[in-house]
C-alpha cells in the first residue's frame, strides 16, 4: 500500500503563541509490509542544486545532500541489494535539516534548515523507508507566510519597522522569537517516547515513530525555566542527562529527568572559569558516576544572539585567553570533583567517556574522547551551504582528530588533550559519532564516524576506530556524502563490535541510499535505494521491535 500525504494543515502566522501541547492522542500507522508499493515523492528541489564537474570527466555532479526536498509524507519499499539479518528488527530514525529554503529565500547555514526525519524499518528482511517534515511551529509559520518567521541558527526573520524590532528584542529574551525547528537529533526516551531536539528547549517535539507524525510539544513540567540546552542528552534506559548554559550567571546546570517524567531536576551547578558567558555545549560526556561538563573557548555571545546579520561566528565568540576547562560532578551528589584548565579545543561532538581506576578500584581520573577540530572555529563557516555546494576538487575541509582528555581527580590544575590515534588513519576527517550504547560511560574501545578522503570539502567517509590498536576501517563512495554510522548491536552479542551499522548515503549520482555495514569488518552486506535523492541529515536513533 503507498501511503501518500498531503501537506499538512498551516495553523498561526508569524506570531509568536503558545506552543501547542502535547495530546497523547494519536492515530497509528501500522506496519504496512505487504504490497507496499513506491510512490514518486511530492519533491521540491532549491534553485541551487549544486553541479560541479567531477574529476576528470566532464559529467555532471548532481549530489542531492545540500538541496531541499521536501517530503510531507512519503512511504514505500525500499528494494535491497545484499542481505538484511533477520534478528535486525526495529526502526532506524534519522533527523537533520534537509529543507533550506523559503520561496526563492535560500538559507545560508547547514544548521538553518527545517527538521526532516527518515525512517528505516527493518522486518524479517525487508525494509520500508518514510520521510517527512516536522510540523514545528517554525515550520508551519514559514510555509503559511512564505517568509521566515522565527530566529534559526543564523537566520534572523526581518524587522518590517523600528517599532518591530523593539517587539522582537523583547520577545528574544522572551524566548518568544526562537526557533521550535527541532533539526538536530532525535532520541528514544526510557519510556519509550520519541523526542526530536535542537538546541532551543521549546523546539523538543515529540513524534510518532511509526507513521512520522508530529504528535505535539515536549512540554517540560518544572519550573527551571531557561531557553536552550544541549543538543545531545545523554539518554539510556533509566537515565536523561542535560545541561542548561545559564548566560546570565556564566555557568552549566546539570539536571536529570525520570523515565516517564516530564520534570527535570537539578543535580548540580558548574560556575565558569572563563568568561565572558559560557562555552557552547552543543554535547558533554558521562561516565559511570560522573558527568563531563565542557567549558570550551568558543562562547555563546549575548550581543551576537541580538544581531540581524549573522557574525563570522554566528551565535558565538572565541575568547582564546578566557581558556578552556573540563570539570567533572558526582552524578549521586552533584559535588564537582575535579576542575581543570585543558589546551584550546573546538568540538561539537563528544565520543564516550569512562573511569580509569588504580589497581585497588579507586577512580584516578577520566578519559573523554571527542571529535576535535584542532580548536579551529573555521569549521563553522564550512558549514555554510554556499560551501557545502560549491566542490571544486580542492581539499578545504579542516583537519580533525579524536581529540582524548585525560581528567586527573587528585586535585592538579591541568588536563591532558591528544589525539586518540594517527588522524592520517581516518584522512583528518572526523565528526558525527557513534558507539556501542552498552559501553556508554564505560571502558571501550570502537568508534564509528565520518573521516574523509581528500580532497573533500566535508567528511565523506565512515569510518570504524579501533582506539586500542589505534587502528581504523574506512567506508567510501567516490563523491558521496555518507551520514552519521549508527551501530545496532546484535541480540546475545559478547563483543562490543558485533552488530551492524546503519548510515544513510546521498551519492554523486543524485540518489540517496541506506547503507549496513558489518560491525566487525565493516563491509557492506546490504544497501536499500530510495526512489530520490537524500538530503543530508545530522543524528539518528534506533527504537527496537516493540
Ligand atoms: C542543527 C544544529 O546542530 C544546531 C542547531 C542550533 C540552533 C538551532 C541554535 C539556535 C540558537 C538560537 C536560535 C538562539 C540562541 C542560541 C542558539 C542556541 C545558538
Ligand atoms: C556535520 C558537522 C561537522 C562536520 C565536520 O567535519 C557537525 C554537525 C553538528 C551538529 O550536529
Ligand atoms: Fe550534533
Known amino acids: 500500500m503507498a501511503v501518500s500525504g498531503k501537506p499538512g494543515s498551516v495553523k498561526g502566522g508569524c506570531s509568536f503563541g503558545r506552543a501547542v501541547n502535547f495530546s497523547r492522542k494519536h492515530h ?30 566532464g559529467n555532471e555532479r548532481k549530489l542531492a545532500a545540500w538541496t531541499s526536498i521536501r517530503q510531507e509524507r512519503w512511504e514505500g519499499e525500499l528494494a535491497v541489494q545484499g542481505e538484511i539479518p533477520l534478528w535486525l528488527n526495529g526502526t532506524y530514525l534519522r533527523n537533520g535539516p534537509g529543507l533550506w529554503h523559503i520561496g526563492d529565500y535560500n538559507f545560508r547555514h547547514l544548521f538553518d534548515g527545517y527538521a526532516t526525519l527518515v525512517r528505516l524499518h527493518f522486518q524479517d528482511g525487508r525494509l520500508i523507508a518514510g520521510h517527512r517534515q516536522i510540523q514545528s511551529e517554525a515550520y508551519k509559520a514559514a510555509i503559511k507566510n ?4 522565527y530566529r534559526e541558527f543564523s537566520e534572523v526573520p526581518k524587522a518590517d519597522n523600528f517599532l518591530s524590532y523593539v517587539g522582537e528584542l523583547a520577545s528574544l ?25 535542537t538546541e532551543t528547549i521549546k523546539g523538543s517535539i515529540i513524534i510518532d515513530p511509526d507513521t512520522l507524525e508530529t504528535m505535539g510539544k ?18 539510556t534506559e533509566s537515565e536523561f542527562w542535560t ?9 552549566y546546570i ?12 537539578v543535580i548540580g551547578r558548574v560556575n565558569c572559569r572563563g568568561g565572558p558567558a559560557p562555552g557552547w555545549v552543543h554535547s558533554f560526556p558521562v561516565t559511570e558516576h560522573y558527568v563531563v561538563v565542557p567549558e570550551m573557548s568558543l562562547r555563546y555571545c549575548a550581543q551576537n544572539l541580538l544581531r540581524a546579520e549573522p557574525t563570522p561566528l554566528y551565535k558565538f565568540e572565541w575568547h582564546p585567553l578566557s581558556k578552556a576547562f573540563m570539570h567533572v560532578m558526582c552524578k549521586a551528589s552533584g559535588k564537582i570533583v ?38 579551529d572555529t573555521t569549521i563553522l563557516d564550512k558549514l555554510r551551504l554556499h560551501n557545502l555546494r560549491s566542490f571544486s576538487g580542492e581539499d578545504v575541509l579542516p583537519d580533525a582528530r579524536v581529540g582524548r582528555f585525560t581528567i586527573p581527580l587528585d586535585g592538579s590544575p591541568y588536563g591532558k588533550l591528544e589525539a586518540a590515534l594517527n588522524p592520517d588513519e581516518h584522512g583528518r576527517g572526523m565528526d558525527m559519532c557513534s558507539i556501542n550504547p552498552a559501553y556508554l560511560g564505560k571502558t571501550y574501545r570502537y568508534a564509528y564516524a565520518c573521516g574523509a578522503q581528500r580532497p573533500c570539502n566535508f567528511p565523506n567517509t565512515l569510518t570504524k576506530l579501533d582506539l586500542v590498536e589505534k587502528k581504523a576501517k574506512n567506508w567510501f563512495d567516490e563523491g558521496s ?10 541480540p546475545g552479542a559478547t563483543e562490543e563490535d558485533d552488530g551492524v551499522v546503519i548510515s544513510m548515503v546521498s551519492d554523486k549520482n543524485g540518489e540517496g541510499y541506506a547503507l549496513l555495514l558489518d560491525g566487525r569488518t565493516f563491509e557492506e552486506i546490504a544497501r536499500g535505494k530510495f526512489p530520490y535523492g537524500l538530503p543530508y541529515g545530522l543524528h539518528g536513533c534506533w527504537v527496537p521491535k516493540k
Open 28 to 57: 497509528k500507522g501500522g506496519l504496512r509490509v505487504r504490497n507496499v508499493a513506491t510512490r514518486l515523492p511530492e519533491t521540491q528541489v532549491s534553485p541551487e542544486t549544486q553541479v560541479s564537474p567531477e574529476k576528470g570527466g
Open 146 to 149: 512564505k517568509k521566515l518567521c
Open 173 to 197: 529574551f522572551s524566548g518568544a522569537s526562537l526557533t521550535d525547528n527541532a533539526n538536530t537529533g532525535v532520541v528514544r526516551l526510557g519510556d519509550g517516547r520519541v523526542v526530536c531536539l
Open 218 to 235: 515536549f512540554e517540560y513540567s518544572d519550573t527551571l525555566g531557561g531557553l536552550i540546552h544541549s543538543a545531545h542528552p545523554i539518554v
Open 243 to 251: 545541561l542548561l548554559p545559564d548566560l546570565v550567571k556564566p555557568g
Open 254 to 265: 546539570v539536571v536529570r529527568m525520570e523515565p516517564g517524567s516530564n520534570e527535570r531536576k
Open 338 to 375: 575535579a576542575s581543570v584548565e585543558v589546551p584550546l579545543y573546538v568540538t561539537f561532538h563528544f565520543i564516550n567517556a569512562y573511569e580509569e581506576k588504580d589497581e585497588d578500584g579507586r577512580v584516578t581520573g577520566i578519559v573523554a574522547d571527542c571529535c576535535e577540530h584542532n580548536a
Open 481 to 490: 556524502v555518507p551520514s552519521e554510522p549508527l551501530f545496532v548491536a546484535r
